[in-house]
């Protein structure tokens, strides 16, 4: 047999259960082996569980049998899940005497550290924790947040992380703790240390029900210190071994609380009543029928029931993808028809899903567009918020099948969308949430729906990181936790403050695979209309060579010192400053040194406008990143007598609407700007 040292994963099935092996697998994988060291024919290592300290492994191998020993409480069978994780971190190579295997320190601790830190801190500041019902150690407590929101943990074990916590931090971060729990735990440390001591050695009276969420989240039992013979069988019969749930939660789950009703020693967490009333609504009954309901879109071909357009086949696909899956992203290529594709499958859930109320959440220069849209193909009125905080709660309050809200407003209206309750969230150019920290991004993020569609033609501009926050309104579970997102996926500096690249990008897609659809305009170019693209050419003056030369110049400088350190912020502004006046000197003087008129560019732009216009008798939709080259631009068609309508940010977004219907409605007006 060979040595048990250099095993390689799948060899280590000669050592435990497939469940057990598995679980062995994720702890080596999440970096929970603290260290190995090789003494002789023995590996000591210490693993970091789901309790405070870490439990110590000792692993020996005589050259035909290997036995371990883990201070951990598991017995079933002779290797349990923190040993698989030793032979698993140390395995696949040989290591001399007394060396120490160290993977660096996983980024778990440090962010269990870090939440420790902050509700230790939060406590000496003052933080407000209210006991319920009287709790000193064991029970419920609020935690009123600086921000004024009141979270509910619950304190179930001084010895394992199987607290609880509402915030969404618990929920998703993997660690099975949070700064709530945290602080409430150092208060009781802190008011009663010795009871506190004394638990933390201890188990807890009651055994209790939780969701495990330092890992894939899981149903666990924690079995407590008075166990009843009945109660104890009963566990055994649906949990195993290490206290995870055996079976489906959505079907198993219901059938033990019949059984274990009326068991005093025995406590269901309220999150494990969550977490199991989700399973049954997200059941794979469920899901393969939403799994049907797409393929019977598909079988629908071009014309679907309640949707007034005719589709391309991958719109078709794409209205499938959208209704099936409840929850996605679609990523097309800009001008591939995402909204219209939206719009369908929202009709499609409206009638087989009882998606009764859709919010749409746009940049407030589309609001009308949706708006016009969405009566255009599926005979609704929708409601478009505007106006005073009373004139947008009567909207909510409306409840209506369609209505649209722009971005900046979510972060004012928490109260009347969560009065307006959606069914299904449409989030347009989801890229305004690419920032995860922004408060925007937040409320967007809170607004609870049972169906989400999240669209976006650029789900990555700069960094991984824009992919995460927008993956996030899809669903938090699909990429956890941000540290753990960017210890699969983003190769850091040596001292964790700079991204130097990306990894394991083929695992990503598969991740993201379920809830993602992006096309491009070459995949379904044989769908398409054909479309005419002329390229013109102009010389730019010497004033523009040589404005662009200097910015280019100096942009040059900045990246070569930014080769050597990173920038500053300040370093960074001007970087991006000069990298945009080279751009804008390309397209006029003027636009940089604000006093030079006219440019090659609007010449050829206004022999251009005077053929399509004014002897094509066509209409014309002009675009430019800069609105001063757009007023250039809009003066060129009225010296050429041609009549036109402008819209930029600063027109008021109450009047946006009007401008478009006019451009699209009055045949004398030929240009939109």
Known sequence: MRSPFTAEPMELSEYASAPVVKRGLVYAKEGRVLEVVRSGDRLMARVQGTGESPYLVTIDWDGEEAVSDCTCPFTAEPFCKH????LAAAGGRDHEEGEWVPPALPRRVEEISVRRERGRQEVEEGLAIRAVDGARTFGCYDVVSR???????????????????TCLDYQTNLLGTCKHVEAVLHRIRRRFPRQAERLARSLPPQTF??????????????????????????????????????????????????????????????????????????????VRGRREAAARVLA????????????????????????????????????????????????????????????????????????????????????????????????????????IVNYELVLRDAAGIGEFAPDLLILDEAQRIKNWRAKTADAVKAIRSRFAFVLTGTPIENRLDDLYSIMQVVDRRILGPLWHFNERFVELSPSGTRVMGYRNLGRLRETLKPAFLRRDRELVLSQLPPRSDNRYYVEMTGTQRTYMEEAVR????????????????????????????????????????????????????????EEVCGDGGRKVVVFSEWEKFLRMAADRADQLGIVSCFLSGSVPVAKRGVLIDRFRTDPSVKVFF
């Open 554 to 609: 100096k942009a040059k400088v900045l990246l070569r010192m930014a080769e050597k350190r990173p920038l500053s912020p300040e370093e960074l502004k001007r970087l991006m400053m000069n990298f945009q006046n080279a751009r804008m000197a390309c397209d006029a003087a003027g636009l940089v040194d604000k006093e030079t008129s006219g440019s090659p560019k609007l010449d050829e732009f206004a022999r251009i406008l």
């Open 83 to 86: 040993a698989i994780a030793v």
């Open 147 to 165: 921000s004024g929101r009141t979270y509910r943990v619950e304190i179930r074990s001084f010895r394992d992380r199987a607290n609880w916590c």
């Open 209 to 286: 029900v939780t969701v495990d969420r330092t890992g894939e989240p899981r149903l666990r039992i924690f079995r407590g210190a008075r166990l009843p013979k009945r109660l104890s069988e009963l566990l055994d019969g649906f949990f195993d071994p290490e206290g995870f749930l055996r079976a489906d939660p959505a079907a198993d789950f219901p059938r033990f609380r019949r059984e274990a009703e009326g068991m005093p020693d025995l406590i269901v967490g309220g999150d494990a009543l969550d977490f199991a009333g989700r399973q049954q609504e997200e059941s794979a009954a469920e």
């Open 300 to 403: 629908c071909g071009p014309r679907l029931p309640g949707v007034a357009a005719e589709l391309f086949p991958y719109q078709t696909e794409g209205v499938a993808f959208l209704a099936g899956t409840g929850r996605a992203l679609l990523a097309d290529d800009m001008g591939l028809g995402k909204t219209v594709q939206a719009i369908a499958a929202s009709r499609w859930l409206m009638d087989r899903e009882a998606a009764r109320r859709t919010l749409v959440v746009c940049p407030a220069s589309l609001k009308h567009q949706w708006a016009r849209e969405i009566e255009r193909f599926t005979g609704f009125a929708p409601v478009v918020v505007t106006g005073g905080v009373p004139a947008r709660l009567a909207s909510y309050r409306s409840r209506a099948p369609y209505t």
